[in-house]
């Protein structure tokens, strides 16, 4: 919090709860937009956020970093918020002053595509196949 107050964001700008896994959608639904920065280190090039799925699945818009793993393809690819190219202030102010690429249908429709259990069973499976047939 003292980050934030140094920064001028009022404390009851800031909301901070734990929860059980459970009650993730319940938290995200109140959400007017989710935003998200991943230090981008060598680890994380293969790397994919799982909370990435649920903002997506939930029709959250969302801002991010690139150099994650294929975070920024995927929101790219399925207007599902910004993406902030580099960590620098150039790269937030240019973020900040372009408009905001959402589609809520197919911000749920990209989180489907990519992260759903029963397509990537079905990848697996026809990688499983074509290999061992």
Do not use: W
């Amino acid at each position: 919090m003292s980050e934030a107050t140094a920064k001028g964001i009022s404390e009851t700008d800031i909301i901070v709860h734990s929860s059980l896994h459970k009650d993730v959608p319940l938290y995200i639904s109140l959400f007017n937009s989710s935003i998200f920065f991943i230090r981008p280190t060598f680890s994380k090039k293969a790397s994919s956020p799982t909370k990435q799925g649920e903002i997506m699945a939930m029709g959250v818009p969302l801002v991010c970093n690139a150099g994650v793993g294929d975070t920024d393809g995927i929101v790219e690819n399925s207007f599902a918020g910004s993406v902030v190219p580099e960590c620098t202030i150039e790269s937030y102010q240019e973020m900040i002053n372009s408009p905001a690429s959402f589609d809520k249908t197919k911000a749920i429709e990209g989180a489907e595509k990519y992260f759903s259990l029963e397509e990537g069973v079905k990848r697996y499976l026809s990688v499983y196949k074509a290999i061992y047939e």
